[in-house]
């Protein structure tokens, strides 16, 4: 069905040519890709220089059709307005910052394989649902395989412990290739867990041990995700707490370490300030005395280049360590019992598949961390839904946002003629909207949909 509504203005950009309506529907096409714009305080072409930039505040609505292969860096920041965009299946990457700050951007439909390069969606409202997507390579790996078979209990504290012993052994690569962890020679940084955390190429062992909270369901309301060995980030703004030396047991203080914890080292005998980023981060386990001595017994990401177990030997006067130089400098407690997190139950029905384990324990404000795999003869596992028919894909990344008890449903795929019952809207390679919802890209116009007007 044609639009209907009066045009404008239209026009051409490089490749591309665009059209904007009176009811606030932007419609892109063409072939090739929308052009990279600089910021306005660089050479052109710039955010100045976007033809239909002049509508930042009248677009509702954008429409990328088939033809156009890329959408440019910063094409549409700061479009305050806009509610709802669909992409077809030809865009193969959106570039940094393209629609950073589009506060009111609720609706996305996309491919699943398109590439969305760094802060892309920062600053709206979708910005975790389009993070929410594991690396092929690591969902394609033994550590991904052991990871969902891993059994979780529902206790924060416990299941942190089981999500990194079910990563020892991987190890990080030379490039996003090396996703999987079974690169044993890789020294260049780039693991899932890095990735996840928006730094891959970088150290990475305070992005595993804030990979395995995060997986736990803690939600970051209790303890934040940090990119680095620093304390004050750690627990800033939560109900959870770090200690010096002095302040342990061991060292002649109150706080005795739990499995959870996270240590906090400093490879010098230097004073450090509480918000410094130190040397290393390992997650604690148990601790054992000798004599004079305290041995931590570990499990951590960066060692060695890998995911293993470890164990330190310190003096208890005061921490230091009596294999190298260096010492614990902090120890970040993780508040997991903390009462304020609303706990519900998710139950998986296989729809004629068998399932390890029918339920699991999320946190509202967490992640869903992993979810079983069901098997099924004859079929594929195309991923767990909120509906038995279309819905919402749910994966591990997932932000927890239920309010009660939920049940997520299989679809299957393959070649039984099954399949047709289950997703008989959905073609190969066709693209899901942020809903799971299939979709094929033939424009019908602006439909309400639950109240919103939506690009149909």
């Known amino acids: 069905m044609a639009h209907t509504t009066a045009i404008v203005e ?30 306005s305080s660089e050479p052109s072409p710039n955010v100045n220089d976007r033809p239909w930039g002049k509508y930042r505040n009248k ?36 570039g940094v910052w393209a629609f950073q700050n589009c506060y009111k951007l609720e609706d996305v439909i996309m491919p699943d394989d398109v590439i969305v ?3 892309a969606f920062r600053s709206t409202p979708v910005e975790e649902e389009v993070a929410a997507r594991e690396s092929e390579g690591y969902t394609g790996s033994l550590f991904f395989k052991s990871l969902c078979e891993t059994p979780l209990t529902g206790n924060f504290r416990t299941d942190v412990i089981s999500i990194a012993l079910s990563q020892v052994g991987y190890h990080e690569g030379n490039s996003e290739a090396d996703y999987g962890g ?4 890789g020294n260049g940084d780039y693991t ?50 770090y200690y010096r030396w002095n302040e342990l047991v061991y060292g002649g203080g109150n706080y ?38 305290v041995v931590f017994h570990t499990v951590e990401g960066n060692s060695g280049n890998r995911v293993k177990e470890g164990s330190y030997t310190m003096r208890r006067t005061d921490g230091s360590l009596t294999t190298r130089t260096g010492r614990l400098y902090y120890l970040v407690a993780p508040d997991y019992e903390y009462k304020g997190v609303e706990k519900h139950r998710v139950f998986f029905d296989a729809r004629g598949g068998i399932v390890n384990g029918n339920s699991k324990t999320v946190a509202t404000g967490g992640l869903y961390g992993p979810l079983p795999v069901p ?13 038995p028919a279309n819905g919402k894909r749910i994966n591990m990344y997932h932000p927890v946002k239920i309010q009660t008890d939920q049940t997520l449903f299989a679809h299957w795929g393959g070649d039984n003629a099954a399949i047709q019952t289950i997703m008989t809207s959905c073609k190969p390679h066709s693209s899901y909207n942020l809903l799971g919802m299939p979709i094929d890209h033939r424009y019908k116009g602006l439909v309400v949909e639950n109240g919103k007007k939506r690009i149909r």
């Not at 509702?60 to 700061?78: C, E, K, M, P």
């Not at 890095?194 to 209790?222: D, H, N, Q, Y």
């Not at 995700?225 to 703004?237: I, V, Y």
């Open 117 to 119: 390069e760094n802060g």
């Open 192 to 241: 899932e867990y890095g990735r996840f955390m928006s730094s891959s190429g970088t150290a990475w062992c305070s992005e595993f041990a804030s990979w395995c909270i995060r997986m736990s369901g803690l939600p970051k309301s209790v303890l934040v995700s940090c990119n680095g060995a620093n304390a004050n980030t750690f627990t800033s703004g939560t109900p959870s707490h």
């Open 375 to 387: 098997i099924r003869d004859g079929f594929q596992f195309l991923g767990w839904y909120t509906e």
């Open 182 to 185: 079974d690169n044993t020679s």
């Open 10 to 39: 239209s026009g051409t950009c490089e490749t591309v040519n665009w059209s904007f309506y009176s009811d606030g529907l932007l419609i892109i096409g063409g072939v090739g890709d929308i052009p990279d714009f600089n910021k």
């Open 256 to 293: 005795e370490p739990q499995s959870g914890d996270l240590l906090l080292w400093a490879w010098d005998l230097d004073d450090h300030e509480y918000n410094e980023y130190l040397s290393h981060t390992s997650i604690f386990r148990d601790a054992v005395i000798e004599g004079d001595n």
């Open 59 to 94: 677009v509702r609505y954008l429409l990328v059709q088939d033809g156009v292969t890329r959408i440019g860096s910063r094409a549409f920041q700061s479009f305050a307005l806009l509610e709802s965009i669909e992409l077809a299946n030809s865009v193969g990457s959106i």
